[in-house]
């Protein structure tokens, strides 16, 4: 992500779909890669585990190992408190979203 445009910026946006797909199941790095490369972001592994690290610090997801075969895997999902944040960050964004829309009155109006 070094190389991407705005990066600090969308670094908020990154969390909350890390968020958003960890409160719906497990996943992997590797997966989460991918997947944010589906929705244009370009992430290496050196900028996404750190990411990851932080919000498990944060009390945001919980990790655990998983054998595969001969080696392991750390699997990713939210806990109780990551989901609550990820509730509150989907109403935010609604909210966000309906602005930039233009679909409510501006301020003063
Ligand atoms: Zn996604």
Same mark, same amino acid.
């Given at each position: 992500?070094?190389?991407?445009?705005?990066?600090?910026?969308?670094?908020?946006?990154?969390?909350? #779909?890390?968020?958003? #797909?960890? %409160?719906?199941?497990?996943?992997?790095?590797?997966?989460?890669? #991918?997947?944010?490369?589906?929705?244009?972001? =370009?992430?290496?592994?050196? =900028?996404?585990?750190?990411?990851?690290?932080?919000?498990?610090?944060?009390?945001?997801?919980? %990790?655990?190992?998983?054998?595969?075969?001969?080696?392991?895997?750390?699997?990713?999902?939210?806990?109780?408190?990551?989901?609550?944040?990820?509730?509150?960050?989907?109403?935010?964004?609604?909210?966000?979203?309906?602005?930039?829309?233009?679909?409510?009155?501006?301020?003063?109006?």
């Amino acid at each position: 992500m070094a190389k991407m445009k705005h990066q600090e910026l969308l670094k908020g946006l990154i969390r909350l #779909h890390i968020l958003h #797909h960890a %409160s719906q199941e497990e996943f992997y790095g590797q997966w989460m890669i #991918h997947e944010l490369a589906r929705h244009g972001y =370009t992430l290496s592994p050196g =900028t996404l585990y750190p990411m990851l690290h932080a919000l498990e610090r944060s009390g945001y997801l919980k %990790s655990k190992r998983k054998r595969l075969g001969r080696t392991f895997r750390r699997l990713y999902r939210a806990t109780a408190l990551g989901r609550e944040a990820n509730r509150v960050a989907k109403i935010q964004v609604r909210e966000l979203i309906g602005e930039l829309h233009g679909s409510r009155r501006s301020a003063g109006a």
